[in-house]
């Protein structure tokens, strides 16, 4: 297993527990994970990454109405869109810095 699948499966384990504990220090680890997340997000996803936590951060508290559960989905996809918050803005900087870096020549 990769160091970018162990740091995204930590990431989402981390937004299932937060979702449930209340931890003084949990949004701080949420972001710090999601920063590390973001860093091994392929060129290929980055596109699909910034979509993800959009619709995330906008919709994830749609699921409210369900009776039973409603309530629990909602603490689990915020957290989550948490961590995907976090992932974009390292996404967005690796890309940056990648721009103003000149080209290596061979």
């Known amino acids: ?55 995330l951060l ?6 409210g109405a369900i009776p039973v559960l409603g309530e629990h989905l909602n603490a689990i996809l915020g957290s989550y869109s948490n961590v995907l918050s976090a992932a974009c803005v390292t996404v967005i900087v690796v890309v940056t810095v990648q721009r103003l870096m000149p080209a290596k020549s061979e």
């Open 1 to 55: 297993m990769s160091i970018a699948k162990i740091v995204w499966a930590v990431s989402i384990l981390a937004a299932l527990v937060f979702a449930f504990v209340s931890f003084e220090y949990a949004g701080a680890i949420l972001a710090v994970l999601g920063l590390a997340s973001g860093y091994f997000v392929s060129a290929d996803h980055r596109r699909g990454l910034l979509v993800a936590a959009i619709f």
């Open 58 to 63: 906008l919709g994830h508290e749609a699921l």
